[in-house]
Nanobody
Framework: QVQLVESGGGLVQAGGSLRLSCEVS????????ITWFRQAQGKERELVAS????????GYADSVKGRFTISRDHYKNTVYLQMNSLKPEDTAVYYC????????????WGQGTQVFVSS
């Protein structure tokens, strides 16, 4: 079992920054991908950024490239999402999820943290 706990959401003005945290526990993560998703009201969930735990490879949605950065603190078992130059369209509930890198489906999800960007 893997447990994920997100934190760091809140209200910010357009152009501002937030850092989300995803604390991961429960098992060795060496073969896992940790990914941030988001879901805006009335829209489908979308992948935002992903981190491959064992070698640090990252991937981003086109909509956040150059503005968001995903990173890891190995000793704290925490994955961060630094969000800069925020836009109102970034408003969503942000979820952290984990899957074995050889699998397609994400088996483990956090409870989500709300980000609201005002114009």
């Amino acid at each position: 079992q893997v447990q994920l706990v997100e934190s760091g959401g809140g209200l910010v003005q357009a152009g501002g920054s937030l850092r989300l945290s995803c604390e991961v526990s429960g098992r060795t993560l060496s073969n896992y991908d940790i990914t941030w998703f988001r879901q805006a009201q009335g829209k489908e969930r979308e992948l935002v950024a992903s981190f491959r735990w064992n070698h640090g490879a990252t991937g981003y949605a086109d909509s956040v490239k150059g503005r968001f950065t995903i990173s890891r603190d190995h000793y704290k078992n925490t994955v961060y999402l630094q969000m800069n130059s925020l836009k109102p369209e970034d408003t969503a509930v942000y979820y952290c999820a984990a899957k074995d890198r050889n699998m397609e489906e994400y088996d483990y999800w956090g409870q989500g943290t709300q980000v609201f960007v005002s114009s």
